[in-house]
């Protein structure tokens, strides 16, 4: 285990099944550490930081080395303000290599003393990310097993409208329970 504060920043929105399986391999390895949420005005994000923050709280609520923040401005300056040493990243594929390589060596250029740690989620989420999350749920398509629980449920609400037009569309009836089942076309 490594001893100090390590620090997991990302935009979070929302928090996929790849996000929480890399913070419970980061919550073995470090201490203690923190996700945080990159507060940025200039974006238009689809869930709130509020949202974000008690969603990822709810899923991180078993973690106890675990700690859920926000931040503004440069991650460096945030992560030197609580004395951590290392910041966490997960790499899917090779395609995230060149902008994490980017950000980690300008984070370095930055603050030389902080270290960027990579770690692998699991290799069955390695196609999930939040943009394509929120592109199938604005359709109203399904995220089922992409996000956790909770996020789905806020997807939902959220964007009940799209759900709706979409499973109209394809006659989805949702059954007491929470299954669906798919109508059988009249001939
Ligand atoms: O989940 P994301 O959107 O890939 O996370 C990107 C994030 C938040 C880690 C990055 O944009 C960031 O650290 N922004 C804060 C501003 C900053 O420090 N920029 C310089 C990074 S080289």
Known sequence: MHK??????????????????????????FEE???????????????????????????????????????????????????????????????DYEYELQMALMNRKLEPTLETVFMMPADKYSYVSSRLVREVAQAGGPVKGLVPEVVEQKLREKLELAYKFHDEMHQVTPVPGGKEKKRKKKS
Do not use: Q
């Open 4 to 29: 100090g504060i390590a620090i997991y920043p990302g935009s979070f929105d929302p928090t996929t099944n790849g996000h929480l399986d890399l913070i419970e391999r980061g919550a073995k390895i």
């Open 33 to 95: 550490l923190v996700v945080a949420i990159l507060r940025n005005s200039e974006k238009t994000p689809m869930f709130s930081v509020a949202e974000r923050l008690e969603m990822l709280r709810a899923l991180t609520g078993h973690l106890k080395n675990v700690r859920i923040d926000t931040f503004d401005g440069l991650m460096v300056e945030y992560a030197k303000s609580l004395e951590a040493t290392c910041i966490l990243r997960g790499i899917r594929a090779i395609s």
